[in-house]
């Protein structure tokens, strides 16, 4: 579900009436935009992340509430105006889109984290790719966000990081590497591994796993640990898990994954009965037939408009879109290319996956401190022996945290308006 130019053109639309209020109000304010829309990671219900830098003794919410309601830029009942939160928000419904937005005030973290994801992605060319596919799985299990029990997109960015750059048989930094490999890596690393009791994530520096009793030494107001430890690159003594209290749910569905994927590429696979009907990818991330003709307004509408604000895209610098290969592929495979041909899904391939796999690094802490050695272990029904997956059975596998598949996007249903020409009507509430 990568970015196509028609979206960041209906993005860049919001954004910029969002900024014609706000410069009315203060015209030397300066609006500046981070988060995943900034880096061009983000999906289609994704929202938008704002700053406003300006001379204000405090951050002046109710006054620009006022302005966006008088302006009726955001739907009357979605304004919200978090002034109590640690970081003081305003949260909107754009009117005519109904792209979730968020506003803050002189906060700088937001937007040197981007710039500092950004880096990464030029240095590792397959990290963009790898994290669309991991969003668009949790996201579908409501688990993309600390407040539905998953945990954030800036702790799921920094723990690809660390497993591209602690991996132990690959270069990363390469873009032929094989897609495929490196996501069940990823999902076998994090979902059965890596040792969450005891082992941080450290991303400076080159990246390290470092156990957790030297991370507290380092931490502020007296904080712990927390269950998912990754140090903030950009703030010491910050625990960017901290609120991540849903982080071993996200644990059982990365592991979940790995054993459909494994499965996916075994002999065995041929004998599935739905070889013919779902792809592989397609037995961990489906996409619901509402967002694919959500997808098809926006192209209809906003597809004349791509080139609408030439300084946001250079504000934004948003990377060339990418397809994904999920349920919709078959409808745009004439209009776009398929994810399938650069996630290979060289998952077909992916048998040569070695023992000494990603996960293994970990062990520069001990083997103790690791769940597994890295040499032989068995999954349900599935054995991983030498350099070759060696499936027993299917097995009667069911996704853990029930439920969680079916409903992904329920706070994202997108209504009909009287004022809204030619929205699917699949998307009306």
Request: aromatic share 8%; glycine share 6%.
């Amino acid at each position: 579900m990568s970015p196509r130019p028609e979206e960041a053109a209906m993005r860049r639309e919001v954004v910029k009436r969002i900024e014609t209020v706000i410069k009315d109000l203060w015209p030397t304010a300066d609006v500046q935009i981070f988060g995943s829309f900034s880096t061009g990671l983000y999906l289609p219900t994704s929202d938008i992340d704002l700053v406003v830098f300006g001379k204000w003794e405090r951050p002046p919410l109710q006054l620009l509430e006022q302005a966006l309601r008088k302006h009726n830029v955001a739907e009357p009942y979605s304004i919200k105006v978090l002034d109590k939160a640690t970081v003081p928000i305003i949260k909107l419904t754009d009117q005519e889109t109904e792209v979730k937005v968020d506003i803050s005030f002189n906060v700088e973290t937001g937007v040197k984290a981007a710039r500092f994801i950004k880096e990464y992605m030029k240095k590792y060319s397959l990290l963009p790719y790898l994290i669309l596919v991991l969003k668009q799985f949790l996201l579908q299990r409501d688990l993309n966000e600390v407040f539905t029990g998953g945990i954030s997109s800036y702790s799921l960015i920094l723990m690809a990081i660390s497993f591209l750059q602690l991996h132990p048989r690959i270069d990363a930094r390469r873009a032929d590497e094989n897609l495929g490999m490196l996501l069940i890596e990823f999902f076998e690393l994090y979902g059965r591994n890596f040792n969450y009791l005891k082992t941080g994530i450290r991303i400076k520096n080159g990246g390290a796993y470092i156990a957790k009793e030297e991370i507290m030494k380092v931490m502020t107001n007296g904080y712990r640990p927390s269950m998912l430890c990754i140090e903030d690159p950009l703030l010491p003594g910050n625990d960017v898990g901290r609120s991540s209290y849903g982080a071993m749910q996200v644990k059982q569905v990365f592991d979940y994954a790995y054993i459909v994927l494994s499965h996916a590429v075994s002999p065995l696979a041929r004998s599935y009965p739905n070889r013919d009907s779902e792809s592989t990818l397609g037995r961990i991330i489906k996409v619901t037939q509402e967002v694919i003709d959500y997808r098809a307004w926006i192209k209809k509408k906003w597809g004349s408009k791509i080139n609408l604000s030439p300084e946001l895209d250079n504000r934004l610098k948003i990377r060339d879109p990418i397809a994904l290969c999920n349920g919709e592929q078959q409808q745009n495979r004439d209009s776009e290319p398929s994810y399938n041909q650069h996630l290979a899904l060289s998952l077909a391939s992916t048998q040569q996956l070695s023992s000494g796999s990603s996960a293994s690094s970990v062990s520069s802490l001990s083997s103790s401190d690791i769940q597994h050695s890295g040499m032989k272990f068995s999954m349900k029904g599935t054995h991983y022996q030498g350099n070759s997956y060696s499936p027993v059975s299917s097995g009667g596998m069911r996704q853990p945290v029930a439920n969680r598949g079916h409903h992904q996007y329920n706070r994202n249903i997108w209504r009909r308006k009287k004022h809204r020409d030619s929205l699917p009507i699949s998307l009306s509430r």
